[in-house]
């Protein structure tokens, strides 16, 4: 199964899925259902906290810029398939929104927190690497 499709069946058996502060997997719901779905959890749990993040984000981001029910379909489509660059979009967008930007999005943006250090991680080697090729 699915990230998406694991958590449709907590929810369709009353098991409600949320991220917490800590960045794992909180749920709510009757100890039976929760015993039936915990398997799933603990098998995908990375995959899942991917999940959650993204429906946090995107519902987040969604709401203020007003998009459909095909962008939702992108979206989720984007995760499956590039699921860091998406997540680093929906970040940047989100600090964009923060920041008052309306979704229009600077530099300072996709450096914001968690994607900032990837991408400097990124330039640092990048550098290395280039200064090598000219010598």
């Known amino acids: 199964?699915?990230?998406?499709?694991?958590?449709?069946?907590?929810?369709?058996l009353g098991v409600s899925l949320h991220?917490?502060?800590?960045?794992?997997?909180?749920?709510?719901?009757?100890?039976?259902s929760i015993n039936e779905v915990m398997p799933l959890l603990q098998a995908h749990?990375?995959?899942?906290?991917l999940w959650l993040e993204f429906y946090e984000l995107y519902?987040?981001?969604a709401i203020k810029s007003d998009w459909v029910d095909a962008?939702?379909?992108?979206?989720?489509?984007?995760?499956?398939?590039?699921?860091?660059?998406?997540?680093?979009c929906l970040r940047a967008l989100k600090h964009s929104w923060d920041?008052?930007?309306y979704g229009c999005l600077t530099q300072a943006d996709?450096?914001?927190?968690e994607t900032y250090f990837k991408t400097e991680r990124s330039l640092s080697n990048s550098a290395t690497?280039?200064?090598?090729?000219?010598?």
């Open 45 to 49: 749990k990375a995959e899942l906290i």
């Open 59 to 61: 519902a987040y981001v």
């Open 19 to 32: 991220l917490t502060e800590k960045q794992s997997i909180g749920f709510k719901g009757e100890v039976k």
């Open 99 to 101: 920041r008052g930007g």
């Open 129 to 135: 690497n280039f200064s090598q090729m000219s010598n």
């Open 71 to 88: 962008d939702t379909q992108q979206w989720r489509k984007d995760l499956a398939e590039q699921p860091e660059l998406t997540m680093e």
């Open 1 to 12: 199964m699915n990230p998406a499709q694991i958590i449709e069946k907590a929810k369709s």
């Open 110 to 113: 996709w450096l914001s927190g």
